[in-house]
């Protein structure tokens, strides 16, 4: 985003309360051992190509892939790192983020560092231990516990390649990997099965075994709610898919059924970078434990609200969610794997990044509200603008069909239908009466890759 540098500023200011490292230059040893301690630690950032008073000492093009190259695919095991080039002020730096890494204790070239009071060092052997026992307890974790019996057939086999892509252009130089190899290095798959993490994220049935992954969205008529539904609907597949699924809803209801007004088109931006964040959010960092769990999108004239189970962590508060922070990760392996399909940008920066995409458009900024074990966010402006309820039919589509008279003709007519991810196409139908001939028709069909 253009005011991506607003990051670097309040980084450099102290205002975010993150471990911040700056490196003038190119040094491929110490930025993997900081990047290690980070990991091993609280996590933290790097900011390469900027002096300690500030000033910008400039990057080089190739700088971003030798990191992925000389840094990130030199540690061990696998780990939750973003690299993003930012403009900022006469040029250029790079920001690299690291979480607190979910699978400690994490190696440099074959060894282990720690960063204590910003310095960091070689991991102490009690250190070590510590380390090793925070593995242990891990494995403990919700997410990483095995579903036994599921059969390779029942996984998601285009969402595993495309994610196989994805590592391999991470790590670059990696052999080819199957399925399997890719599920084992990634903690997915576990001699004994799948871990649920693995279920959520690739399988074809995922509610099948897990009925908390389930997401309901509804459409309402009134702004208080109450029994005035235009749509309701329940997206119950592995989380790619869902999102893929929520989006089309999100594109069909919020925006296409908004801006027909007249026989011109009238666009009203929406502010779509935040309510990928939001949706992103809800479902990537959700309490996925209990059963009852769930998430609710909820559609209204006036705004959108999605509420997802789950609490803040101890160190997160709203008002933290409005400057840099700590990203705290209630499900690692899942935002690990989201993180490598590009749906996680810079760490710990979404929240700011969704608050600048709403005033940029003259939106409120979002609101989120804790309540007893679940998170309200809340869009105001951002409603559906519907005027009677949804034509929709079976699992095929979600439709939206609006006649607007025109003032002279009868009617102007559109129809858009949106795939859910069980057809091939994602189908809009235009029709304009002209006044001559009945009909002005328009057919985009787009595949979607299967």
């Not at 607190?100 to 060092?121: D, H, L, M, N, V």
């Not at 102490?124 to 599921?150: A, C, F």
């Not at 871990?195 to 994220?201: D, E, G, P, R, S």
């Not at 399988?203 to 309901?216: E, G, K, T």
Request: proline share 4%.
């Amino acid at each position: 985003m253009a005011n991506d540098h607003l990051i670097i500023e309040n980084l450099l200011a102290g205002t975010g309360r993150r471990n911040v490292e700056l490196i003038p230059q190119w040094d491929p040893l110490y930025l993997g051992q900081v990047v290690c301690g980070f990991l091993n630690g609280q996590g933290g950032d790097v900011i390469l190509g900027i002096d300690a008073s500030g000033e910008v000492q400039g990057i080089q093009s190739d700088w971003t892939k030798r990191i992925n190259q000389q840094i990130i695919g030199k540690i061990v095991p696998d780990a939750p790192i973003s690299v993003t080039q930012i403009p900022f002020r006469s040029g250029a730096v790079i920001l690299v983020s690291s979480w607190s890494g979910g699978r400690k204790p994490y190696s440099f070239r074959g060894k282990i560092y720690t960063t204590e009071a910003g310095e960091t060092r070689l991991a102490t052997l009690s250190e070590m231990k510590t380390l090793n026992l925070k593995r242990r307890d891990s494995n403990y974790h919700w997410e990483r516990q095995v579903i036994p019996g599921i059969e390779p057939e029942e996984l998601d086999g285009y969402e595993i390649r495309e994610s196989i892509e994805s590592y391999r252009k991470l790590h670059p130089g990696q052999p080819k990997l199957s399925a399997e190899d890719f599920l084992f290095r990634t903690g997915l798959l576990k001699e004994d099965g799948l871990t649920n993490a693995a279920v959520i994220l690739f399988s074809n049935q995922p509610a099948r075994y897990l009925p908390q992954c389930r997401v309901r969205a509804t459409i309402y008529g009134s702004e208080k709610g109450g029994n005035e539904i235009y749509f309701d609907r329940i997206f119950e597949r592995n989380l790619f898919r869902n999102i893929h699924s929520i989006w089309d809803f999100f594109d069909t209801q919020l925006q296409r059924s908004r801006v027909i007004s007249s026989l011109k088109r009238t666009d009203e931006k929406l502010p779509i970078l935040a309510l990928r964040e939001g949706l992103l959010n809800a479902l990537i960092h959700r309490d996925y434990s209990s059963v009852s769990s769930s998430v609710n999108i909820e559609v209204f004239p006036d705004r959108l609200q999605i509420t997802n189970t789950g609490d803040f962590p101890p160190e997160i508060s709203t008002s933290t969610l409005r400057r840099e922070h700590r990203s705290i990760l209630r499900n690692p392996d899942i935002s690990y794997i989201c993180y490598l399909r590009g749906y996680i940008e810079m760490l710990g920066t979404g929240t700011l990044r969704m608050i600048s995409n709403c005033e940029s458009l003259g939106y409120e900024g979002p609101i989120w509200e804790p309540k007893p074990h679940s998170i309200k966010l809340i869009m105001n402006g951002v409603g559906h603008g519907l005027k009677k309820k949804i034509d929709f039919r079976g699992d095929k589509n979600v439709g939206v069909n609006v006649g607007v008279n025109d003032g002279e003709e009868k009617n102007v007519g559109v129809n858009v239908g949106v795939n859910d991810g069980e057809e091939k196409n994602v189908g809009v139908n235009v029709g304009v009466n002209d006044g001559e001939e009945k009909n002005v028709g328009v057919n985009v069909g787009v595949n979607d890759g299967e």
